[in-house]
């Protein structure tokens, strides 16, 4: 009977901890769903800034940039909200981040999706696959990582260079 009575605790603890898991992972995800959101359209960029927490720790998706802190990432917003247009971002799965160490849900969020739009000075598109990963605190994003290929999508999106006329 004692180890019944054991056990039957053990599963209590164990679905008290997986509901209030989910509870959180739920909550966080509606924040890092509505940051994202603020790309779609420059007129959320006073909302995207009020949702960055001044110690941010940023893993940029540019190529040797490695993590950056809040003047960064807030630079970074800047130059897509007001390079691009006609911004979608389609997500494929939201899911539950887990402690390093322990493997365990800890309330960060994870999504992989596609982007589209295209470049306001050159009018050409861009679609292209990605992975974000966000930890909050106190209602803000304090740590995340954007991982696709930003570079190629500046690259593929710019004006074609003017071939200069020479005279002979």
Known sequence: MKKILILLTALFTISCQTEADLSLFNT???????????????????????????????????????????????AQAKYYMNGFENVTFTARA????????????????????????????????????????????????????DYFDATGMVLATNADPIEEVTEE
């Not at 966080?28 to 603020?38: D, F, H, L, P, Q």
């Not at 598109?125 to 304090?142: E, P, R, T, V």
């Open 28 to 74: 966080n995800k509606e924040i890092a769903e509505k940051w994202i959101r603020t790309y779609e359209s420059p007129s959320n960029y006073d909302l995207f800034e009020s949702m960055v927490d001044k110690d941010i720790v940023f893993q940029s998706p540019q190529y040797g940039v490695g993590e950056v802190g809040y003047d960064e990432i807030i």
């Open 94 to 145: 939201w899911l539950p981040g887990v402690d390093e160490t322990t493997l365990k849900a800890d309330g960060s969020v994870r999504v992989y999706g596609t982007w589209k739009g295209n470049s306001i000075d050159s009018g050409k598109s861009f679609s292209l696959d990605s992975y974000h990963y966000f930890s909050i605190k106190d209602g803000k994003i304090a740590q995340s990582g």
